[in-house]
T-cell receptor, first 113, second 116 residues
Framework: DAGVTQSPTHLIKTRGQQVTLRCSPK?????VSWYQQALGQGPQFIFQ???????QRGNFPDRFSGHQFPNYSSELNVNALLLGDSALYLC????????????FGPGTRLLVL | AQKITQTQPGMFVQEKEAVTLDCTYD???????LFWYKQPSSGEMIFLIY??????QNATEGRYSLNFQKARKSANLVISASQLGDSAMYFC?????????????FGKGTRLHILP
């Protein structure tokens, strides 16, 4: 049973560029949430997708956008990258019913130079 | 105001001893959920335990238990018989609201070091 997978594992970009991060949820899960974790901090909620729609959003600018596909996988897009966007980006998946747990992927480490 | 407070930035504990990691939370919503996660140096967040605000019993999962004191808004994680592999960052988190799609807010974490 595959867990949550994310790609790429590491990424280096320069200011002003755009980046796309990908996430495949755990088998049986239909909800995907994205988090940004800066060094030494707890994860900060970016947004959540269910049934291909964004249903919750944290305090992040519109430069952060996402998408969910019919197979429940998801993408996080960040435009006009800033140095402060350097962080570990975590994807978490959960099921809309049953036991309430949220499983995280290994994350994508983004460095903006 | 912080919603989740973890007052211990770091802790050192001897192997095989029990550990209590503190977490207090702040919400006016009567329905919420509390989570604990472990994050090793590899970065992956590992789910440990969940407690719902209406659960009467404290949650337990193997060596992990959650000491839920609702009136004090406290949700401490207890690890029994600590092991070297327990060394990691530990995060307390809260889903504020009754819906599964309500946002989950994390604390700043406690770094636990288990000494041999």
């Amino acid at each position: 049973d595959a867990g949550v997978t994310q790609s790429p594992t590491h990424l280096i970009k320069t200011r002003g560029q755009q980046v796309t991060l990908r996430c495949s949820p755990k088998s049986g899960h239909d909800t995907v949430s994205w988090y940004q974790q800066a060094l030494g901090q707890g994860p900060q909620f970016i947004f959540q997708y269910y049934e291909e729609e964004e249903r919750q959003r944290g305090n992040f600018p519109d430069r952060f956008s996402g998408h969910q596909f019919p197979n429940y996988s998801s993408e996080l897009n960040v435009n006009a990258l800033l140095l402060g966007d350097s962080a570990l980006y975590l994807c978490a998946s959960s099921a809309n019913t049953g036991v309430e747990t949220q499983y995280f992927g290994p994350g994508t480490r983004l460095l903006v130079l | 105001a912080q919603k989740i407070t973890q007052t211990q930035p770091g802790m050192f504990v001897q192997e095989k001893e029990a550990v209590t990691l503190d977490c207090t939370y702040d919400t006016s919503d009567p329905s919420y959920g509390l989570f604990w996660y472990k994050q090793p140096s590899s970065g992956e967040m590992i789910f440990l335990i969940y407690q719902g605000s209406y659960d009467q019993q404290n949650a337990t999962e193997g060596r992990y238990s959650l000491n839920f004191q609702k009136a004090r808004k406290s949700a401490n994680l207890v690890i029994s018989a600590s092991q070297l592999g327990d060394s990691a960052m530990y995060f307390c988190a809260m889903r504020e609201g009754p819906r599964r799609d309500d946002k989950i807010i994390f604390g700043k974490g406690t770094r636990l070091h288990i000494l041999p």
